[in-house]
Nanobody, 124 residues
C-alpha cells in the first residue's frame, strides 16, 4: 500500500518562508511524476507544482512561479516544496500527490496517490 505523508505546515507571516515535505512509502517514486496541490476553504483543489525525473524542468502554477520551488530527494523518497515570499492567498491545505506516469501534469485526476494534507496559513 502506498503512503504519502506531508509535514512542515504551519502559520507564517506574509513575506515569510516555509518548506513542506512529503515522505513516500510503499513504492519508489523516483521515476514518476509527483506534485503539490492546494485547496482553500470553499475553493476547488488547484495545481501548485509538479516534477518528474524524466521530464527536466518542473511545472509551476503561474500564481507561485518565482516564489515556490519543488524538489525531491530520491534517496529518501521525499518530495519538498520550498515556499518563499508567502502571501495570505497562499493559505490552504497543501496535498502531495504521486502518479503512475512519468510526465508531470497539472491535472489532479492524473495522480493516483494522495497524502492527507498539511495546513499552511499565511497571516497578513
Amino acid at each position: 500500500q502506498v503512503h504519502l505523508v506531508e509535514s512542515g505546515g504551519g502559520l507564517v507571516q506574509a513575506g515569510g518562508s516555509l518548506r513542506i515535505s512529503c515522505a513516500a512509502s510503499g513504492r519508489t517514486f523516483s521515476s514518476v511524476a509527483m506534485g503539490w496541490f492546494r485547496q482553500a476553504p470553499g475553493k476547488e483543489r488547484e495545481f501548485v507544482a509538479a516534477t518528474s525525473w524524466f521530464a527536466g524542468s518542473p511545472k509551476y502554477a503561474d500564481s507561485v512561479k518565482g516564489r515556490f520551488a519543488i524538489s525531491r530527494d530520491n534517496a529518501k523518497n521525499t518530495l519538498y516544496l520550498q515556499m518563499n515570499s508567502l502571501k495570505p492567498e497562499d493559505t490552504a491545505v497543501y496535498y502531495c500527490a504521486g502518479s503512475n506516469i512519468v510526465v508531470p501534469t497539472t491535472t489532479p485526476s492524473a495522480y493516483d496517490y494522495w497524502g492527507q494534507g498539511t495546513q499552511v496559513t499565511v497571516s497578513s
